[in-house]
């Protein structure tokens, strides 16, 4: 069973630096600036989500981090997705740069955002020699799961290293009187999880309000933040920003271990 670490890595996404960047033609704001004043701040990773519509995150954004980058670089998308102009496919995107962690996502071109988790028992057999390639080139492989999912123990079986828990649900219920529930849906989604070898991930509408109940569940490697994050540094400044959620997720840590 893996071992869980002290706190929660932070890993932060960009896509919304480069959304941004996008609505004019001048480069700025810069995606690989943010990322070094992320870094700066105390991210432990970065991670980007190109889609072939190239919204955001464009392949020579990629290429760029890839070469600067000396924390985690993860990957997202949907590993089914081919070449479409300047977009060369997600998988022979993710060959050519190599990161430290690619997440299959299961997302259409046209979904505003990622909304659901892997059903493995449907997609599973066509997932499982691409997690055996990423593998075998040396990165680690993360499926996004929603925590009700019964296939849980299927990303286990099918070779992942971790699964990214989909917080969407946990997100709605927090400051409600189903707050508490649906953090233990959560508790058990990533325990089921660790008990067959598997680490956890976790990701979407977490934010400066309900991050910390979140980052006291056990075993939970590293949170993926962008929207709440790039929303804050509009405001507070993106190194204060990073600087916050860094603070909740230590602090947390401390707490786990008393």
């Known amino acids: 069973m893996p071992t869980p670490r002290t706190s929660t890595a932070l890993s932060v996404n960009l896509n919304k630096i480069a959304l941004l960047r996008n609505s004019r033609m001048s480069g700025i704001p810069s995606v690989t600036e943010a990322a070094r004043i992320a870094i700066a701040q105390g991210a432990d990773g970065i991670t980007v989500h190109p889609r072939p519509d190239l919204r955001h995150i464009r392949p020579t954004d990629v290429y760029e981090l890839a070469a600067m980058l000396k924390v ?3 990957i997202e998308g949907n590993p089914f997705e081919g ?3 300047e977009y060369p496919g997600f998988l022979e995107l ?3 740069v190599r990161p430290a962690q690619c997440t299959l996502v ?3 071109p046209d979904q505003l955002t990622s909304d659901h988790g892997w059903d493995l ?3 599973g057999q066509q997932l499982r020699p691409i997690i055996e390639e990423l593998k075998a080139r040396g990165i680690r492989v993360s499926l996004f799961m ?4 019964e296939d849980i123990e299927l990303a286990a079986a099918l070779g992942a290293d971790r699964i990214e828990l989909y917080t969407e649900a946990y997100a709605d219920a927090f400051g409600t009187d189903q707050q508490q529930a649906l953090l233990e849906l959560f508790m058990g989604a990533a325990e089921r999880a660790r008990a067959v ?3 956890v991930n976790a990701g979407h509408d977490l934010n400066l309000d309900n991050l910390g109940l979140f980052a006291t569940i ?3 490697a590293e949170v993926s933040i962008g929207h709440a994050l790039i929303a804050d540094a509009l405001l507070m400044g993106l190194g204060d920003a990073v600087a916050a959620y860094k603070t909740i997720l230590v602090k947390a840590g401390i707490e786990s271990t008393r």
């Not at 929603?146 to 999912?149: E, G, I, Q, V």
Request: aromatic share 4%; charged share 35%.
């Open 94 to 96: 993710v060959r050519k």
């Open 197 to 199: 070898g598997l680490e």
């Open 72 to 74: 985690e670089f993860n």
């Open 106 to 108: 299961p997302d259409s």
């Open 83 to 85: 070449a479409l102009g």
């Open 146 to 149: 929603n925590a009700d999912s």
């Open 121 to 123: 028992k449907k997609d």
């Open 218 to 220: 056990p075993g939970v």
